[in-house]
């Protein structure tokens, strides 16, 4: 392997593979990774219209001991699609390939190298990389992004996670105070067994008044062993972004599109009228109303707990599935919900303005279903196009004067569809995704 990475970095997960797991839980569950979720994929990346079918090749680089290689891997399985695993750490494809042979997969590639080897590898051109919790260990995460983006198609996409600074404050006053203790970049500097036995030493006595202790629900890596204390408290490169960097960073230096989704919570923790409750102040209505960056901004330092940013990249926002196209089919995601329990929800005030309190998220905010809101998603049922549903709804109209067209049906539904896709409880994809995979399976 080429000195092209961090010694220290490649000796933490060569002796502490991360995620730390035991490949023998892959008989009882399959960890799911939220930026992997093929109909995610779909909508933010491929406007919907991607079927996974046409040798879909996807790459994740610095996949650690394999969670999103297996679940990709597992959703793909009937396909032809490849997926690479790449990472510098032998010890953390072992447990990867382990896993996966469990599971009896066969179509992920293997490679031990670090990500900055990529351009000489020859390994082609890839539809979608996946990219999580790595570029903040790079010495030089620029240099790993433009790496990564040398090894994407045209038309492809790349899912990130990076670490937020505000949500991990109290882990970088951990880990000063640990380098201090631990004598890190001294003559008298601990083993990595010494240090995690201060660690956690420490963390037995500190006072609550402590910031890490003060946001002790927020993290949970140290908890799950040796690895995962290491990897949170100790690591010895690390950094973080705030919503603007990444802005400056991806998007001004690099022309990307960024697609925000939190883990379980969506867009919900960037858009201030979702952070701001129940009771939001009168500024609220205002702020709505500004570019989604300066709202993104905002909201990371209102709520104040995201410790991750997860995002899609792409060349443009054409890229996401649009709203306001009859042919797209609406489709309930990340929940066993049907048409009828939503409509049920949206039709609580009889449809006036209502207070939704989405327990998955924790999100409660006041939504205007509209007059027609209820009923559009009484026939929600994932197989109906927009149009189709128009036509039902129209069908069985029994107001006075004519139905309302297609336009204004999207305008009265915009509210219920934009507060549920910001959850990501409802998605979007194109009739010819379905017809595409249809065909591969008949095949």
């Known amino acids: 392997m080429p000195q092209n990475h961090l010694p220290k970095v490649k000796s933490q997960y060569e002796s502490l593979p991360y995620p730390p797991c035991n490949p023998k839980d892959e008989h009882q569950r399959l960890v799911l990774t939220w930026l992997e979720d093929l109909p995610m994929i779909n909508h933010y990346c491929f406007a919907g219209r991607q079927s996974f079918q046409n040798n879909f090749r996807a790459l994740v680089a610095g996949g650690g001991t394999g969670d999103a290689t297996i679940f990709l891997a597992e959703q793909l399985r009937h396909t032809n699609a490849e997926i690479v695993h790449l990472d510098m750490s032998h010890a953390s494809i072992v447990l990867a390939q382990e896993r996966a042979k469990i599971r009896g997969l066969t179509n992920i590639t293997w490679v031990h190298y670090s990500l900055l080897s990529l351009p000489a590898l020859g390994l082609g ?79 037995g006595s ?70 701001l409750g129940s009771k939001p102040p009168a500024m609220a209505a205002g702020l709505r109303q500004l570019p989604l960056r300066q709202q993104y901004e905002m909201a990371e330092l209102m709520i104040g707990d995201i410790i991750t940013h997860s995002l899609y990249l792409t060349g443009d926002a054409g890229c996401t599935a649009p709203y306001g196209d009859a042919a797209y089919i609406p489709f309930f995601y990340h929940e066993p919900l049907t048409g009828e329990i939503v409509a049920q929800v949206f039709d609580s005030n009889r449809g006036q303005p209502f207070m939704l309190t989405h327990q998955h998220s924790g999100v409660s905010l006041t939504v205007n279903p509209g007059k027609y809101g209820a009923k559009i998603l009484r026939l929600v049922d994932g197989q109906k196009s927009f149009g189709e549903i128009f036509d039902a709804f129209r069908a069985d109209w029994r107001g006075q004067g004519a139905a309302p067209d297609n336009a204004a049906l999207f305008a009265d539904f915009a509210e219920s569809y934009d507060t549920l896709n910001a959850l990501e409880r409802l998605l979007l994809r194109h009739p010819e995704a379905d017809k595409a995979a249809a065909a591969a399976q008949a095949a």
Not at 224 to 234: E, K
Request: glycine share 10%.
């Open 125 to 203: 051109k890839f539809d979608y990389i996946n990219c999580s919790g790595v570029l903040h260990h790079l010495a030089d995460p620029d240099l790993g992004l433009r790496v990564l983006l040398s090894a994407l198609k045209p038309e492809g996409a790349i899912g990130l996670m990076l670490y937020a600074t505000t949500g991990r404050t109290g882990v970088y006053q951990m880990q000063a105070l640990m380098r201090l203790v631990n004598g890190v970049d001294t003559e008298r500097e601990a083993d990595d067994g010494r240090k995690i036995a201060n660690t956690r030493d420490l963390l």
């Open 206 to 275: 500190l006072p609550p008044s402590n910031w890490f202790m003060r946001g002790a629900a927020l993290h949970h890596d140290h908890e799950l062993g040796d690895a995962g204390l290491y990897d949170l408290l100790l690591h010895s490169q690390d950094r973080s972004y705030s919503v603007s960097e990444l802005f400056d960073w991806l998007g001004g230096r690099h022309g990307l599109h960024l697609s925000f989704s939190d883990v379980q919570r969506g867009r919900s923790p960037y858009l201030p009228h979702m952070v």
